[in-house]
């Protein structure tokens, strides 16, 4: 019903315009004239772009420095240990006499395997290297020990007779920092 108002209403300013031509002219400009007459003197003045440019000209740069190449940043190589010391080292396993009633699950809520160390004068997730035995073989604190024991290392293995093997050693050990 609108559409078909629309129709009406052009369709009798079309008959309008056919018969005066001069008056619609006249009106419209009598139209314009007032309407800027009416203007405040600020909408009259000139418009300053300068604003609007500075926007897109930092919104493509921005865009072009989301596909800037900065080149390639130099490899920084492994660091070296924060420190080494030499420290009493045994083994363990999963095995309930050696641990508490959950002999899978380490202090730091993973489960033992070949990696894992416990130690309670480091954090947990401190790293440490003993390379006299393992090379360059990481292993990771996530256990803790029997409170009893401080400046001792146990090391997690998976078959009991290698731990027993293992026996008791004084082993040298790298500290790597965390970061």
């Known amino acids: 019903m609108k559409?078909?108002?629309?129709?009406?209403?052009?369709?009798?300013?079309?008959?309008?315009l056919k018969k005066s031509p001069l008056e619609c002219t006249l009106i419209g400009i009598v139209v314009l004239v007032l309407g800027y007459a009416t203007l405040p003197e600020e909408?009259?003045?000139?418009?300053?772009?300068?604003?609007?440019?500075?926007?897109?000209?930092l919104e493509i740069k921005a865009i072009q420095n989301e596909f800037a190449n900065y080149g390639i940043l130099p490899e920084s190589g492994e660091r070296g240990p924060s420190y080494t010391m030499?420290?009493?080292?045994?083994?363990?396993?999963?095995?309930?006499?050696?641990?508490?009633?959950?002999?899978?699950?380490?202090?730091?809520?993973?489960?033992?395997?070949?990696?894992?160390?416990?130690?309670?004068?480091?954090?947990?997730?401190?790293?440490?290297?003993?390379?006299?035995?393992?090379?360059?073989?990481?292993?990771?604190?996530?256990?803790?020990m029997n409170p009893r024991y401080w400046y001792k290392v146990d090391i997690w293995m998976e078959d009991y007779d290698d731990a027993i093997q293992y026996g008791v050693q004084n082993i040298e050990i790298e500290v790597y920092p965390n970061s």
Do not use: C, W
Request: hydrophobic letters at 35%; a negative charge.
């Open 3 to 16: 559409n078909y108002m629309t129709i009406l209403s052009l369709n009798k300013l079309g008959k309008i």
């Open 86 to 144: 030499t420290v009493s080292s045994t083994a363990y396993n999963s095995l309930p006499g050696q641990t508490d009633s959950t002999p899978d699950v380490t202090a730091s809520g993973t489960k033992t395997r070949h990696g894992v160390v416990a130690a309670n004068f480091l954090p947990i997730g401190t790293r440490i290297k003993i390379p006299e035995l393992y090379g360059d073989q990481v292993f990771i604190v996530e256990d803790r």
């Open 43 to 57: 909408a009259q003045a000139d418009v300053d772009f300068s604003f609007a440019n500075d926007t897109i000209s």
